[in-house]
């Protein structure tokens, strides 16, 4: 296959991810309870998932967003008591988030309202379809965080 060819399948490729991440994300932010932000949401399911603190670094690795955008986001979401924000007892210059029980409530609850969406979607692909192109999925996101 020729280079150019090769040139044509990942713009098709990186085309049709844009695309398909800009419409998810606005589908998803639409079905959001009301005053959630995507990004918060993303963080609470993060802190969900993982079951412990984290630094306010460690979360901006994990989502490749500045330390600056990451900090905007805690704010917010600790405003609305939805995570908690202590200091490291060993160094004063570190802090550690967690998610609150009101946090995970509001998880739990923007969880739910997307939910739906989310399932009409792999439904209407067909599950073993979704299931086939996750790991060529897992396998490009691998590769481009190499690259971070």
Request: net charge neutral.
């Amino acid at each position: 296959m020729t280079g150019e060819r090769f040139d044509d399948i990942a713009v098709a490729l990186f085309g049709e991810l844009f695309m398909a991440d800009q419409l998810a994300r606005n589908r998803i932010s639409k079905a959001l309870p009301r005053g959630m932000e995507l990004s918060q949401f993303s963080v609470l399911n993060h802190l969900a998932r993982v079951g412990d603190e984290r630094t306010p670094a460690q979360l901006a690795r994990a989502f490749h967003v500045t330390r600056g955008a990451m900090t905007n986001t805690l704010a917010r979401l600790e405003w609305a008591g939805h995570i908690h924000i202590r200091p490291d007892w060993d160094d004063a210059r570190q802090k550690f988030v967690a998610i609150s029980p009101a946090g995970r409530a509001a998880r739990d609850a923007a969880v739910s309202a997307v939910s739906p969406m989310i399932a009409d979607v792999v439904e209407a692909l067909g599950a073993d379809r979704v299931r086939a192109v996750l790991p060529v999925l897992r396998e490009l996101r691998a590769r481009l965080e190499q690259d971070n």
